[in-house]
């Protein structure tokens, strides 16, 4: 194969690639559709064995590699489990790295080597020029064709375990490069590094100390050291406009030192999100719009924010905790801000909310904000933001990423100027239970118990408006208040409670509970099918259950810290829930028995938590493939 021989066959590949990507937008497709001049091809193997894979066949495999970046540990790995690949490819099954390596050096000449990583570059070129991004190269066809899907006789399990390496392999690859901690290029350790080291403190649900870094690192050459680790993420935490110290932010600044970090963390979250949200986006699993719910969970401070008796000095202000008793404390100088003191007494906590998409779809956080309460040891100094600006914060992210037309929340959030927010400024249904009731509203539920034919009672257009001095609504200068502070009319549904947490108790307890929604026109029947669809954000409870486990246990007091750990933790989830979507993908379409019946609103989960763990951190530890012999 002549040079100018080389230079023709090159340019009519890539002239096919280019042509195949305005057909497809998934790279293993391209090359399982390009037409190779294999006959132009020399195969230097000449004892051809029963076990030989096809030469063409590793052709594609070779290009796949070198367009995608894999490492061929990576790729064969890849292709031993997605059997699509295999069947796109022309294989007969799965090679291993050591026949990938073998046909790359001894089947392959220099030249054709030369001239397959030349028509890669130029695929990946073309791949960019067609919109998909480089990160998008290996990402998982999220819709194989029927032909390239085969029957199996494996059990569903053991199908799970095969394919569950390669998800979370590819799953983890989209979530890292949208962090991005702003340091320098020539620093030892890149980021991948930090966030690896991330991923491991929370799976193995070790402390952010130097002790726990000393176990991660025992059996790691060139480790990433424990101060590197926190400096990076402080980085990260660090708006890139202004290099501030917290001290900046303490004496006079309108913004605390909080905000700051959440505006610096949030858009690295959504763009990690968004990556997330793009792998099953072209699934029939997943439809928008979505319903979404809020609510509030809690990291514990095993801390208390008070000195000891020994520790008070004469002239140390205090508080008083006790209004009957007049019982006084006295608060320690340097108690981190953001720890908010729970409704049970000694409880303190970093709390945060979170909007995650439940009902149907597959449940994933996808937006984020601190909480900050005014705490009893501030005295007079704290600050709280109102739940109305924290609703506010969490439909902004979030409706950067998804279509959403209902939000639910929990009682907490039963406030005029959540339900402003949610109705004005975002055009969204709202379900929310109430905290209180009137004397008017609980005549009607107490109808409502005394008539055996009546199961719900609905009561429309109840007109809501909001006090002059409704939290974080400027009523004088927000177009969306109306005369007399009006801002739109409320249903009130009675209905029977299905949770005791649902229920407004009084001495003549009803067993009734009282929701309030945006919607018009809702019936007692639908009222019923409404607080069925409120019975769907168990899904936000569960999570909490799943997302404080990821979180590490941290000694640092420093904000950028807690939050990154709190968000990360987040993705985490989102990785475990999106890594089981693609397995019920591959599943429904490999199981002819296997998929969603008529009654069901979701499948129930094929790989448990516990599993994508231990194989999570098996493939960090295990990732680490010696370089490929050079060309």
């Known amino acids: 194969m002549t040079d100018p021989d080389s230079e023709r066959i090159a340019d ?5 690639a280019a042509t195949l990507f305005d057909v497809h937008d998934n790279v293993s497709r391209v090359i399982g559709n390009l037409h190779l001049p294999i006959d132009e091809f020399q195969d230097r193997y000449d004892i051809l064995m029963d076990d030989s894979f096809d030469f063409e066949a590793m052709v594609r495999v070779y290009l796949y590699m070198q367009v995608t970046g894999l490492s061929q540990t990576a790729v064969t790995d890849q292709i031993a489990v997605l059997e699509y690949l295999q069947i796109r490819f022309g294989l007969d099954g799965a090679p291993t790295q050591a026949a990938l390596s073998y046909t790359k050096r001894k089947r392959f000449s220099g030249k054709l080597r030369s001239l397959l990583n030349s028509v890669a570059d130029d695929i990946s070129d073309a791949a960019s020029d067609h919109g998909i991004q480089s990160q998008d190269f290996r990402k998982l066809d999220p819709d194989p064709d029927p032909t390239e899907i085969q029957e199996t006789s494996t059990p569903l399990h ?19 490069p949208a962090l991005d901690t702003g340091r320098a290029e020539n620093v030892k350790h890149e980021d991948e590094v930090v966030w690896e080291h991330q991923i491991l403190m929370s799976l193995q649900d070790r402390s952010g100390t130097r002790a726990a870094y000393r176990t991660f690192n025992k059996f790691r050459n060139d480790a990433l050291h424990h101060d590197t680790h ?25 913004t605390p030192d909080w905000r700051h970090v959440a505006d610096a963390i949030q858009p690295q979250f959504s763009a990690a999100v968004e990556r997330q949200l793009d792998m099953i986006r072209p699934t029939d699993e997943f439809t928008e719009p979505v319903v979404a719910a809020i609510d509030v969970t809690g990291a514990p401070v095993h801390v208390t924010p008070w000195k000891g008796e020994d520790d008070i000095e004469p002239d140390d202000e205090r508080i008083v905790v006790d209004e009957k008793t007049g019982d006084t404390r006295v608060p320690k100088d340097d108690y981190p801000t953001m720890v908010n003191g729970a409704a049970e007494s000694g409880v303190y906590e970093y709390q945060y909310a979170t909007l995650t998409i439940v009902g149907a779809n597959t449940p994933l956080v996808v937006a984020v904000e601190p909480i900050r309460h005014h705490s009893t040891w501030e005295g007079g100094d704290g600050r ?5 600006e924290v609703v506010d914060r969490l439909m902004e992210q979030a409706t950067e990423l998804v279509d959403i037309h209902m939000v639910m929340a929990d009682k907490a959030f039963d406030q005029h100027g959540v339900c402003h927010v949610l109705d004005q400024r975002h055009d969204v249904t709202y379900l929310i239970p109430k905290k209180a009731d009137s004397q008017h509203l609980r005549s009607q539920v107490a109808e409502v118990r005394e008539d055996p034919n009546v199961t719900a009672r609905v009561e429309q257009d109840a007109s809501l408006y909001l006090r002059n001095d409704t939290p974080y609504i400027d009523v004088d200068d927000d177009p969306d208040v109306g005369e007399d502070n009006y801002s739109h009319d409320v249903t009130f549904m009675h209905v029977p409670a299905e949770r005791d947490d649902w229920i407004i108790r009084h001495a003549d307890d009803t067993g009734y ?24 954000r168990w899904d936000i409870e569960n ?33 475990w829930r999106i890594v089981d979507h693609s397995l019920k993908v591959l599943a429904s379409e490999k199981y002819d028995d296997y998929g969603r019946g008529p009654h069901e609103s979701r499948l129930d989960t094929l790989l448990p938590l516990s599993d994508l763990l231990a194989s999570s951190i098996i493939c960090l530890f295990s990732g680490l493939d010696p370089p490929d012999v050079a060309v």
């Open 230 to 254: 926190l400096n990076a993420v402080n980085s990260l935490g660090t708006p890139s406009s202004y290099q501030y110290t917290f001290d900046d932010f303490k004496n006079g600044k309108p």
């Open 384 to 388: 709280s933001t109102s739940w109305a």
């Open 543 to 575: 999570e909490y259950r799943m997302i404080l486990p990821l979180m590490p246990s941290i000694a640092s007091k420093d904000y950028r810290m807690r939050f990154f750990a709190f968000t990360f933790s987040c993705l985490l989830y989102n990785l």
């Open 158 to 176: 053991h199908y799970v375990d095969n394919q569950a390496p390669g998800v979370i392999t590819s799953t983890l690859d989209e979530v890292c």
């Open 12 to 16: 009519a590949l890539v002239e096919q």
């Open 513 to 536: 509970a009282i929701f309030m929604t945006n919607s018009d026109d809702v019936s007692p029947l639908e009222a019923e099918g409404l607080v069925n669809w409120y019975s769907r």
